[in-house]
């Protein structure tokens, strides 16, 4: 089983900054593509950014210039900075990751539990 564990979480001040840090566990880390989403009381999840195995990134338009999506395999970590924090960046924020099997095409996904970032004066 693959757990991913998110860190990092806490409270932020408008324009300041968080990071959120999300270790798995396993030994196949590097093959995952990974991402964060983000789901705000009433809102739906949105995923917020990603990063493939290859490390190509991509991020909703909302965080672009602001957050910052990064991996260090050797570590089994993904790294979410946040800078120039806004209240609407509050949510709870998820580590996602996962791979296709391309034997069986079959695709797996894992979920963390979540972290709680909220901004606020």
């Known amino acids: 089983q693959v757990q991913l564990v998110e860190s990092g979480g806490g409270l932020g001040q408008p324009g300041g900054s968080l990071r959120l840090s999300c270790a798995a566990s396993?030994?196949?880390?590097?093959?995952?593509?990974m991402g964060w989403y983000r789901q705000a009381p009433g809102k739906q999840r949105e995923l917020v950014a990603i990063?493939?195995?290859?490390?190509?990134?991509n991020y909703v338009d909302s965080v672009k210039g602001r957050f910052t999506i990064s991996r260090d395999n050797a570590k089994n970590t993904v790294y979410l900075q946040m800078n120039s924090l806004k209240p609407e960046d509050t949510a709870v924020y998820y580590c996602?990751?996962?791979?296709?099997?391309?034997?069986?095409?079959?695709?797996?996904?894992?979920w963390g539990q979540g972290t709680q970032v909220t901004v606020s004066s």
């Open positions: 996602t990751g996962g791979y296709v099997d391309l034997l069986t095409n079959r695709r797996y996904n894992y």
């Open positions: 396993g030994s196949i880390f590097s093959i995952y593509n």
């Open positions: 990063i493939t195995n290859g490390g190509t990134t």
